[in-house]
């Protein structure tokens, strides 16, 4: 087993630490964030993700997983040193690369011994070099860096499970050596390991990305058809995923995607294929598409109402997807100040993100204690995320808590014969409305 540290612990780092830790091996998390830091030695981790926690506190526990914010501290043994700081956009869209590029001269300025440097960060094709030149330049010894581009494919919600069970895991690297020792690390996942060059690993994260948040625009058009011509969206999908060239996942039509990636890997790989002189119109278009779909509940709702202004609105979810306390680029951003601009009031609900939710909201967003709190009196509902306990809500709740039931779902919770048994108006995507 190896000693291994870990640079930034926010979703993908403390998820890799603590999982590291858990198949053995000796984990130092590192992080800039005091308060994080504090929280995390004493077993509590600063992000919601099933299952985290127990792991965490029972590496704690037995010695195999801590916590600094001191790097010499943290680096001192590392055979491996992973960074997993954030890559956020800059306005242009491009990656922003001030942490990845604080971190190599951290790296370079506390490192005393022979290393390996695996990014799992998403980075930008050419990143893993820059991060070798900037370590080599405030190096203070004579030491090997190794470099690997690692990327990560884990999903918020599903991040534990997905460690243990993803379909590959990439390693990006030109020298011999490190493949040998981040494959004997990655055996105890028992995930396939695919080896490559850096620049192709690089490319891997970016590609599949696009590719995924392609596919969801993809039958959000298809929607958009279906409900002009009278199909049901649903059952397309179904139909079409049956075909194993395509595969059921990612086809389901709703309000598009957001979260801490796709929007912003979309983006960057557009401006990535940019700097090569290549214009990347596939992925220009769906990017438009999705803009255009985060705004498909207002839009029909206007045409229900007419006007908006003075209606009351409940908006049932706020994380981007459901199992994460996650709002970044999470659609209700948009919806929500679309709604008050229409002069819409809004009271809002989420299991879990309320608090991450009020940070970036507008201030006169409410938000109701429970989906009862929040329903009553509303003029009308948009469910924003499909959260279980929004799945198996009493489709008669409705009618007893909101003046008239008009439901506009932006995720196809529900199954058309089932809310034709209420009185309740219900209009979602892709799929004929019930009024
Ligand atoms: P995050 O913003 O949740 O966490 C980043 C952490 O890095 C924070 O805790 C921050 O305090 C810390 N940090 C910043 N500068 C630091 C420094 N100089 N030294 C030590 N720590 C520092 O980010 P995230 O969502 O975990 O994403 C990290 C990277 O992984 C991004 O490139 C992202 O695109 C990629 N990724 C994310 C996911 C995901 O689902 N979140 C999945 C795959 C890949």
């Not at 830091?37 to 299952?51: A, C, L, Q, T």
């Not at 010695?63 to 010499?72: E, I, M, P, R, S």
């Not at 919806?335 to 909201?361: Q, T």
Request: net charge negative; hydrophobic share 40%; glycine share 6%.
């Amino acid at each position: 087993m190896r000693n291994l540290a870990v640079i930034g612990t926010g979703y993908v780092g403390l998820v890799t630490g603590v999982c590291l830790s858990e198949v053995g091996h000796h984990v130092v998390c590192i992080d800039v964030d005091e308060e994080k830091v504090k929280k995390m030695k004493s077993g509590i981790p600063p992000i919601f993700e099933p299952g985290l926690e127990e792991l965490m506190i029972k590496n704690i526990k037995n010695g195999q997983l801590h916590f600094t914010t001191d790097y010499t501290e943290g680096l001192k043994n590392a055979e491996v040193i992973y960074i997993t700081v954030g890559t956020p956009q800059n306005i242009d869209g491009s990656a922003d690369l001030k942490y990845i590029k604080q971190v190599a001269k951290d790296i370079g300025l506390h490192v005393t011994h022979d290393v390996i440097v695996a990014t799992k960060s998403t980075v930008p094709v050419g990143t893993n070099e820059l991060v070798h030149k900037i370590i080599q330049e405030n190096l203070k010894e004579n030491v090997q860096i190794d470099i690997v581009s690692n990327p990560e494919f884990l999903r918020e919600g599903f991040a534990i499970y997905d460690t243990f069970n993803n379909d590959r895991t990439v390693i990006g690297t030109s020298q011999d050596h490190a493949a040998k020792i981040m494959t004997e690390i990655n055996q105890p996942f028992n995930v396939p390991i695919f080896i490559t060059d850096i620049r192709s690993a690089e490319m891997i994260k970016y590609a599949s990305n696009a590719f995924l948040a392609t596919k969801i625009s993809f039958i959000n058009e298809i929607a958009l058809i279906c409900e002009k011509i009278g199909a049901n969206v649903d059952d397309v999908a179904y139909g079409m995923g049956q075909d194993s060239r395509i595969g059921p996942k990612f086809l389901d039509a709703g309000i598009g995607y957001g979260g801490s990636c796709f929007p912003k890997d979309s983006i960057a790989l557009v401006k990535m294929a940019e700097n090569v002189n290549h214009s990347f119109k596939i992925l220009n278009s769906v990017i438009e598409i999705n803009k255009k779909q985060q705004m498909i509940l207002v839009e029909k709702a206007k045409e229900r109402f007419g006007s908006l202004k003075g209606k009351k609105c409940a908006m049932l979810g706020l994380s981007f997807k459901p199992n994460t306390d996650d709002v970044r680029e999470s659609a209700c951003i948009y919806i929500s100040k679309r709604l008050i601009d229409e002069g819409a009031e809004v009271s809002a609900y989420d299991p879990i993100a309320i608090e991450n939710a009020k940070k970036i909201l507008d201030s006169k967003v409410k938000y109701g204690a429970n989906m009862e709190e929040t329903l009553q009196d509303t003029d009308f509902v948009f469910i924003l995320t499909d959260w279980k306990e929004f799945i198996d809500f009493p489709l008669d709740k409705f009618s007893d808590l909101m003046k008239f039931p008009i439901i506009f779902d932006g995720r196809n919770c529900y199954n058309l014969e089932d809310v034709k048994q209420y009185p309740i108006e219900y209009h979602s995507i892709g799929r004929a409305s019930i009024i």
